[in-house]
């Protein structure tokens, strides 16, 4: 496996987040006890989690949910010419809450990707950002739905090619519905080129996760991931993918800090693929 040292820095700094210092009280006749820092931020994300659905994230899709974790992810994608892509990263990385219903990715470190082709040089991808803002939200006792507005850009930093020549934005907008053990999460956006969009292209993407929980930990899921293509290489065409999966978590390891694990493999239903048969894996570290 593949982690760059940003990524692995990141995990050092998730692993002292989830562990906050001893209370430093000072006493104040007028401000009172002050609780530090950290312990004032994770009462907020307490907060700001427990008003939504307690469902763990899809592999693939997005989730509508906000979170406060590390995640990292691997793909391996085979294309039609049975050449498979390695994907380290999956430009994943520190999610957190800041604000009450807002979640950011500001530390997204570039995916780095191998392409097991003498002809094509491996290299980092493209930067990114995003931002999640939850509109509606209710619990388990509160009727278990949610629905989310997503703001990512990517901005073209990749070597060698292996990014866009452009930035790109892609405006999101996020829902959720549980019924007991089961719940689907989907996302519709699309994505908006700055420049070149001629090569580019717009393509929007439609995803939906099914979950089904199983013995508190076990989430075995079925995700529909569509794509369809409009301008670029691509114009006109339409990508869809069944996603069959398993997510386990989110298994307590030391004080906030916890552990999920997931895989799942994904197969083209669509006579037009640009790869098919990809693996997928998944780790994130909740705090």
Do not use: C
């Amino acid at each position: 496996m593949i982690i760059g040292r940003n990524s692995f820095l990141l995990l050092l700094a998730v692993v002292s987040l989830a562990v906050p210092s001893q209370p430093q009280s000072t006493t104040n006749p007028s401000a009172g006890s002050d609780s530090g820092f950290f312990d004032n931020w994770f009462r907020r994300v307490d907060q700001t989690q427990a008003e939504q659905p307690r469902w763990v994230t899809p592999l693939a899709t997005t989730t509508p949910r906000l979170e406060e974790e590390f995640r990292y992810d691997i793909f391996w994608q085979t294309n039609n010419a049975g050449v498979a892509t390695e994907n380290y990263g999956g430009a994943k990385g520190l999610e957190l809450i800041p604000r009450e219903r807002v979640e950011v990715i500001l530390v997204a470190p570039p995916a780095y990707i191998v392409h097991n082709n003498p002809l094509v040089k491996d290299g980092f991808g493209d930067w990114g950002l995003l931002v999640k803002y939850r509109i509606l939200s209710g619990n388990q006792e509160r009727g278990n739905y949610i629905l989310a507005a997503f703001f990512q850009m990517t901005a073209p930093t990749g070597q060698y090619k292996n990014g866009a020549t452009n930035a790109i934005i892609t405006p999101t907008i996020a829902y959720g519905k549980g019924l007991g053990a089961f719940d689907v999460q989907g996302t519709f956006g699309a994505t908006l080129p700055t420049g070149n969009e001629a090569r580019i292209g717009h393509t929007y993407p439609w995803n939906n996760a099914f979950q089904y929980r199983l013995y508190r930990r076990f989430w075995p899921e079925v995700e529909v991931n569509y794509t369809h293509f409009q301008d670029g290489t691509n114009d006109g065409k339409t990508q869809v993918f069944m996603t069959p999966g398993l997510v386990i978590g989110r298994m307590h390891l030391w004080k906030r800090l916890a552990f999920t694990v997931g895989g799942g493999f994904q197969i083209a239903t669509t006579h037009f693929h640009a790869n098919n048969h990809n693996g997928i894996f998944s780790v994130r570290f909740p705090f």
